[in-house]
């Protein structure tokens, strides 16, 4: 089958590079194929921007023949043999094929350079281990030696063989995430290894950096609550310390869903939410803030994700939401919580002064801006240059509480501020 008519599909910008990538193989008698996820979506007809090459050949070299011929930088990643063109605003990731070998179970693979049938072989599922040839005479042609276009049509995930969860275990989530995604189910077998991977407690073994990059992805997914359920049902959350999710859970999970949606439809230029935080919030809604603190070291999360994901156990703030409260004091309340916090909070509560109060900040406080700089300040001759930001928070909750609008009131009251000090 040939692909020739999918890839014209393809934006221009990485037609022309998978054209460069055809013609500098063929000039350098080095056979190249498109790999992995693009393959799939190609077939499936859905975006995805990932070029990711396949040589049987030294992928360093080529990279260098490739950057020199575009007249771009390239990354050479010697420990994985393997480089990345950056022709912005896309990046080819180039691999020499390879086979892979686990030591134990969880741990990473040593690998030999090989060929692209065993460098296919070496891959999760079916429908992620097709290539598209990108030399002449075939160029586009699909190469599919493990069934992997009839699993897509039949919406089938499938490992490639028996060991393929206890060698790698992330690959159970990554079975839950595609199995989710494309609304696919498990074939049979797929299902039995699952099972007694788990039975085996193959997460275990694995590096708990290697799981929190998996957990961040399949939160990220399109509908993360589908694989909560899938995860709860078939993998269970022991490995974070989380117990078994109820259906008490589960309408908590929805509140979530509704408030992530609410917010990006409300206020769509507004930076994107870090939707997997929220989720992961939720998850962890019942852990008590010690053991958080040591799930979170555990799993290497960074300093700026534990911060946010230890805040949503500050759920006081919400008592001092619910009562009446000054814009400014709101504001005061809400403003040190990042937005994913936030909304967490926004889910948790069932007060609907709280909720309001909490809208309103998103709606209305958190746009305030003041017209007047800290630079402005000097020219008034005002005290030290630290106190700027204090001043200035002190005109803004005024502006915030409606009680000053134009930019010569800010003016009169820095000038008061001067006086008064
Ligand atoms: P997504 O659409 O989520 O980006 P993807 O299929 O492109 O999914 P990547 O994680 O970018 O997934 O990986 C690219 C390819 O590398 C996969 O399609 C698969 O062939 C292979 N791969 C990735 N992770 C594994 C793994 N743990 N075990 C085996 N093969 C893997």
Redesign the pocket.
């Known amino acids: 089958m040939n692909l020739k008519h999918r890839l014209f599909k393809l934006p221009l910008g990485m037609q022309k590079l998978i054209r460069a990538v055809s013609l500098c193989a063929g000039k350098n008698k080095v056979k190249a194929y498109l790999v992995?996820?693009i393959v799939?979506d190609l077939i499936l007809k859905k975006a995805?921007f990932?070029l990711?090459i396949v040589v049987e050949a030294d992928a360093i070299e080529f990279a260098k023949i490739l950057s020199s011929y575009l007249g771009v930088d390239f990354r050479r990643h010697y420990n994985f043999k393997t480089a990345t063109v950056l022709s912005l605003p896309y990046k080819i990731d180039l691999a020499s094929a390879r086979r892979e070998f686990y030591p134990y179970s969880g741990s990473l693979p040593r690998i030999e350079l090989s060929n692209l049938r065993d460098d296919l072989g070496?891959?999760?599922f079916s429908i992620?281990?097709m290539a598209l040839s990108l030399n002449k005479g075939s160029f586009a042609k699909l190469i599919d030696y493990f069934g992997g276009f009839s699993d897509l049509n039949k919406g089938v995930i499938r490992i490639l063989h028996e060991d393929s969860f206890l060698e790698?275990p992330?690959?159970l989530f990554?079975a839950i995430r595609f199995k989710e995604r494309f609304n696919f189910k498990f074939s049979p077998k797929t299902s039995r290894f699952l099972k007694q991977a788990v039975k085996k407690k193959a997460l275990s073994f694995v590096n708990e950096h290697r799981l929190r990059d998996e957990l961040v992805?399949i939160l990220s997914e399109k509908e993360p609550l589908k694989c909560i359920r899938t995860l709860n049902k078939s993998i269970g959350f022991d490995f974070l310390a989380v117990s078994e999710l109820e259906k008490s859970d589960f309408l908590f999970f929805q509140r979530l869903r509704s408030a992530v949606l609410w917010f990006s439809r409300k206020f769509p230029s507004q930076r994107k939410l870090e939707k997997w935080i929220i989720y992961l919030m939720g998850l962890f809604k019942n852990t008590p803030l010690p053991k958080l603190r040591q799930v979170l070291a555990k799993f290497g999360f960074r300093r700026g994700e534990r911060i946010r994901l230890l805040s949503s156990k500050r759920i006081r703030v919400l008592d001092k939401l619910s009562a009446k409260a000054s814009p400014s004091k709101i504001h005061k309340l809400l403003d040190p919580f990042s937005f994913e916090t936030i909304i967490f909070f926004y889910a948790l509560s069932s007060c609907k002064l709280a909720r309001k109060n909490i809208e309103d900040f998103f709606c209305k406080h958190s746009k305030v801006r003041l017209k007047i700089k800290g630079g402005m300040l000097a020219h008034l001759g005002l005290l030290p240059q630290a106190m700027y930001a204090k001043v200035l928070k002190k005109i803004l909750y005024k502006k915030i509480d409606g009680k000053i609008t134009s930019k010569s009131d800010e003016f009169r009251e820095a000038k008061r501020h001067l006086r008064s000090n």
Do not use: Q, S, V
């Open positions: 992995g996820g799939r995805n990932d990711d070496r891959r999760d992620n281990a790698d992330t690959r990554r992805l």
